[in-house]
């Protein structure tokens, strides 16, 4: 069994964090907090969320999975080619879809909102967010 444990960030007194909004599809809604330059599944981990993740962010796993609502979808550079050809690899995958090691906070995502999909939670992990 995997024991995810939260990190705090040390935010130093020119830091502002940014809005990120995690769902875990069961109704849970968590919001870390989201320093620019850091990838969104570097976040969600470090919030102590269970998501696998099983590569580390080096986009060759696809268990980052996430959907991000249309609102947003624009804001968010394009997936790159090696991203699609992960996201192909995972059944039932759409425009929705896309690998959240691949996505790094800038200003303009301040208030993102993502949902962690099932195929990419580790329901085995005991965590606790915060
Ligand atoms: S963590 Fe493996 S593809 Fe994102």
Same mark, same amino acid.
């Given at each position: 069994m995997q024991q995810n444990a939260p990190v705090a960030f040390e935010a130093g007194d020119d830091e502002q964090f940014l809005t990120l909004t995690v769902s875990l599809g069961d109704g849970g809604h968590f919001a870390p907090p989201a320093a620019v330059g850091f990838r969104v599944m570097e976040l969600i981990r470090m919030f102590g *969320?269970?998501?696998?993740a099983e590569c580390g962010g /080096?986009?060759?796993? +696809? !268990?980052?999975h996430v959907r991000v609502p249309e609102a947003w979808r624009a804001l968010l550079p394009p997936p790159s080619a090696e991203e699609l050809a992960k996201l192909d690899?995972?059944?039932? /995958? @759409? @425009? !929705? +879809?896309? *690998? +959240?090691?691949?996505l790094i906070m800038t $200003? /303009? *995502? $301040?208030?993102l909102e993502v949902e962690v999909q099932p195929d990419s939670l580790n329901r085995e992990a005991s965590w606790a967010a915060g």
């Open positions: *969320l269970p998501i696998k /080096a986009c060759v796993c +696809s !268990t980052c690899e995972i059944p039932g /995958a @759409d @425009d !929705t +879809s896309r *690998l +959240s090691c691949q $200003d /303009a *995502l $301040d208030g």
